[in-house]
């Protein structure tokens, strides 16, 4: 029976001696007291009664949010400002041994290099600088927590709290402001509107100088060609009046007229040339003589 109890106490020791470390995470063993090994993610195996583990570690990126901290700017405006810093362990043994309470001293460092950076800037700077601070805050608290086995990968700030009063002026301030953009916006669209009716107005009068161009260049190549008709039809009767003069002369010659005939035609050419509009004639003896043949032969016509 004693036997029996002295195995089991034996069993339950040795299984309390297996650890399984899981995944992300790191235990620091101590042997006596001191440190003795750090142990990764797997299976271990320590020495009864002997070796402890001293600290469960996290190798997980983590997030604290710390309440907000006074500070005083530049310009000695006191407002509120809280902080989000994302750290993760690199060094488990500097992160056990290094210092007593890192969270506390993360928190405590965090405040001292806000105000640090903040009396720095005046308002107006703090309120719209958020990247700068961050980044001069990564750096500081980066180097600071180095030597306790952390790495801070990114710091932020949540949120900037000024006084009521501060803030009702910077309220009555954005309000002008926006006033300000809606009476410029509705300007700049009445200048637009203005412009737009303009050049409308402009082109409407370009179109219609255009359109007039176009219908005095159509009227006057109206003009134009009813000219060239008419130049063409009034040469097309000369031609067509000397073809006929032709026309009688070769129907003369091919009759065989005599001279009485010819100077007869004659005559009546030059009749036609005066028309009652010529003042003065001269006409040919030739056909002077055939016209008193003429007048005789109608005088004796009329005596019968």
């Known amino acids: 029976m004693i036997l029996a109890i002295f195995v089991i106490f034996i069993i339950l020791i040795l299984a309390s001696c297996v650890k399984i470390v899981p995944q992300a995470h790191t235990y620091v063993l101590e042997r006596l007291g001191t440190y003795q090994a750090t142990w990764t993610a797997g299976l271990h195996m320590k020495v009864p009664l002997i070796d402890r583990v001293a600290r469960k570690v996290t190798l997980k990126e983590q997030v604290v949010d710390f309440a907000p901290q006074p500070v005083i700017t530049k310009d000695n405006v006191t407002m509120r400002i809280d902080t989000v810093v994302f750290f993760q362990i690199t060094d488990p043994k500097l992160f056990v041994y290094g210092v007593e309470n890192p969270i506390m001293a993360i928190e405590n460092l965090t405040a001292t290099t806000l105000r640090n950076i903040i009396g720095d800037l005046e308002l107006d700077e703090t309120l719209t600088s958020r990247e ?10 980066d180097e600071a927590t180095d030597p306790w086995g952390i790495k801070v990968n990114r710091v932020e700030l949540k949120n900037i709290i000024p006084p009521a009063a501060i803030q009702d002026a910077m309220e009555k301030q954005m309000k002008a402001e926006r006033e300000r953009r809606e009476q410029i916006l509705i300007a700049e669209g009445e200048k637009k509107s203005a412009i737009l009716r303009a050049e409308g107005h402009k082109e409407s009068v370009i179109l219609q100088a255009e359109a007039d161009k176009t219908a005095a260049i159509l009227k006057a190549e109206a003009v134009k060609e009813a000219k060239i008709r008419e130049a063409e039809g009034e040469a097309q009767a000369i031609l067509s009046i000397q073809q006929a003069n032709a026309d009688g002369l070769r129907f003369l010659k ?34 002077q003589s055939l016209a008193g043949l003429v007048k005789s032969v109608t005088e004796v016509g009329s005596q019968e």
């Open 132 to 141: 700068t601070i961050n980044t001069k805050m990564r750096a500081t608290l």
């Open 254 to 287: 091919e009759a065989s007229a005599d001279e009485s005939v010819i100077q007869l035609k004659s005559l009546e050419a030059f009749a036609k040339a005066a028309d009652g509009k010529a003042t003065k004639i001269i006409i040919p003896s030739e056909i």
